[in-house]
């Protein structure tokens, strides 16, 4: 039995986690492949010190790398210290953050900061975490290899969210990984990453390591692949806001992939495709509860199980404005704006128009707050020169998305949800929702997500 396994940021976040990964690891039957992200945090900050390089901002990347050299090094010396591992591990960090520097000193002197430098930078947490993971198995005594996804994943230059080749990768990924796997060793390969055919480093996404298990399981045809995160797998809320939130045991592949469009942080969108072309089955497990069952994720679901309808919610966002002032509005500047952040790698999670108000209303990450304003006003700036349009910010929003299955009792999950923010008095900043009635958004305050979501995850009967 071949399985392949990803163990996100969170997972590997503290020397402690990386240990309790080898365990789960060790405790695996039949050829196993690992797939490991970045320590929590590490890309954003290699992107943000590189975007304030971009900036003239040089003292910010210094910092940066820093932090990123003594983190990454105290929990190379509590997992490695003592061992031949250590220094040839250390010297790699150190090599890969070097580079990090020499990336940022070019990006300063050019001055910007494109989706291809942004995509050679992001790769460094990748590689250094996969080094460390690797070594630490071999230190407990079995046979590890840690392999760079370029060398396997082969993608197209849609650098920023690059496309897989499945045929390059399944050719790529069977020549380096099966060798491996026959001799019994266990592979640790970089998530997040792939490589043009011309070995140009790409990535896959914001949380693409999920998406790269899935690849990789597709390429090797496995038997199932494993999501390792930090819940007990795809829940009815998230437990931080619901106590009583309750785990989906089974799902299919269309629910599931619903769920994760809509922002289910255990689940990058992408993954499911290419399990559910060859009916691999994934299971989302939870890495500080081993022992969970999790979500199943299969073809098709038992046909006795319980559907439930989930809330997917997501803070730490701010709202950005763009509007038309007296006549001035169309199709185009709104095309303008969508293509100008797209171009500048920043992450839209939702966006509404109106053009009775003039209005292009964009919902992105806080931390991509400045670096959105910042490409939007140069891409306006003779508008806003001539008062033709505004932009503006405003910070700590959330989206609350409710998600109803298909076959959910038959009863459309959209009014249900509109009728429990309206019960709460809620204030609902904008809106978006498909023409299907079994899924609805709010961007709301996120001062109210504490108190939206146990109120909505009560009134829905979960």
């Given at each position: 039995?071949?399985?392949?396994?990803?163990?996100?940021?969170?997972?590997?976040?503290?020397?402690?986690?990386?240990?309790?990964?080898?365990?789960?690891?060790?405790?695996?039957?039949?050829?196993?492949?690992?797939?490991?992200?970045?320590?929590?945090?590490?890309?954003?900050?290699?992107?943000?010190?590189?975007?304030?390089?971009?900036?003239?901002?040089?003292?910010?990347?210094?910092?940066?790398?820093?932090?990123?050299?003594?983190?990454?090094?105290?929990?190379?010396?509590?997992?490695?210290?003592?061992?031949?591992?250590?220094?040839?591990?250390?010297?790699?960090?150190?090599?890969?953050?070097?580079?990090?520097?020499?990336?940022?000193?070019?990006?300063?002197?050019?001055?910007?900061?494109?989706?291809?430098?942004?995509?050679?930078?992001?790769?460094?947490?990748?590689?250094?975490?996969?080094?460390?993971?690797?070594?630490?198995?071999?230190?407990?005594?079995?046979?590890?290899?840690?392999?760079?996804?370029?060398?396997?994943?082969?993608?197209?230059?849609?650098?920023?969210?690059?496309?897989?080749?499945?045929?390059?990768?399944?050719?790529?990924?069977?020549?380096?990984?099966?060798?491996?796997l026959a001799e019994g060793v266990i592979p640790v390969v970089t998530g997040y990453i792939g490589a043009t055919a011309r070995g140009v480093t790409t990535t896959l996404g914001r949380g693409g390591s999920d998406y790269s298990a899935a690849i990789l399981g597709a390429a090797l045809d496995a038997d199932e692949v494993c999501v390792w995160t930090d819940v007990d797998g795809i829940l009815t809320a998230d437990p931080k806001l619901v106590l009583g939130a309750r785990v989906l045991r089974e799902l299919s592949y269309r629910e599931a992939e619903e769920l994760a469009y809509f922002g289910a942080d255990v689940l990058h969108p992408k993954t499911v495709a290419p399990l559910a072309e060859r009916g691999i089955p994934l299971r989302i497990l939870n890495s500080t509860a081993p022992d969970h069952p999790g979500t199943l994720i299969v073809p098709r679901p038992n046909t006795a199980r319980q559907v439930l309808p989930a809330i997917i919610s997501t803070g730490g966002l701010s709202l950005l404005g763009l509007c038309g002032n007296g006549g001035f509005w169309s199709l185009q500047a709104a095309s303008?704006?969508?293509?100008?952040?797209?171009?500048?790698?920043?992450?839209?999670?939702?966006?509404?128009?109106?053009?009775?108000?003039?209005?292009?209303?964009?919902?992105?990450?806080?931390?991509?707050?400045?670096?959105?304003?910042?490409?939007?006003?140069?891409?306006?700036?003779?508008?806003?020169?001539?008062?033709?349009?505004?932009?503006?910010?405003?910070?700590?929003?959330?989206?609350?998305?409710?998600?109803?299955?298909?076959?959910?009792?038959?009863?459309?999950?959209?009014?249900?949800?509109?009728?429990?923010?309206?019960?709460?008095?809620?204030?609902?900043?904008?809106?978006g929702q498909a023409a299907s009635a079994y899924s609805v958004s709010f961007v709301i305050a996120e001062a109210d997500l504490a108190r939206a979501v146990p109120f909505i995850h009560h009134e829905l009967g979960l």
């Open positions: 039995m071949l399985s392949i396994h990803k163990f996100g940021g969170t997972s590997v976040g503290s020397a402690e986690r990386y240990a309790a990964v080898a365990g789960i690891i060790e405790g695996l039957e039949g050829e196993r492949v690992v797939v490991v992200s970045a320590m929590s945090g590490t890309t954003n900050a290699l992107i943000a010190g590189a975007r304030a390089a971009s900036e003239g901002n040089e003292a910010h990347h210094d910092e940066a790398r820093a932090a990123l050299l003594e983190r990454h090094l105290a929990t190379v010396d509590a997992l490695l210290g003592g061992s031949p591992e250590r220094d040839a591990v250390a010297a790699y960090v150190e090599e890969r953050l070097d580079d990090y520097q020499r990336l940022c000193r070019s990006i300063a002197t050019l001055g910007e900061f494109t989706v291809r430098a942004s995509d050679a930078v992001a790769s460094i947490g990748e590689e250094m975490s996969c080094r460390i993971l690797a070594a630490l198995l071999r230190r407990r005594g079995h046979r590890a290899e840690a392999v760079s996804a370029t060398r396997l994943v082969r993608t197209d230059d849609t650098f920023g969210a690059a496309r897989p080749d499945m045929a390059a990768t399944r050719e790529a990924a069977g020549d380096t990984l099966r060798p491996l303008r704006a969508l293509r100008c952040l797209a171009e500048s790698g920043a992450e839209v999670l939702m966006f509404s128009q109106s053009f009775t108000e003039r209005h292009l209303s964009l919902v992105v990450r806080r931390a991509d707050q400045a670096h959105c304003l910042r490409a939007l006003r140069a891409e306006f700036a003779r508008d806003l020169e001539l008062g033709a349009m505004d932009c503006t910010a405003a910070e700590d929003v959330a989206i609350l998305s409710v998600v109803g299955m298909p076959d959910s009792n038959g009863a459309p999950i959209a009014p249900r949800a509109f009728a429990a923010l309206g019960a709460m008095g809620l204030h609902v900043i904008s809106v």
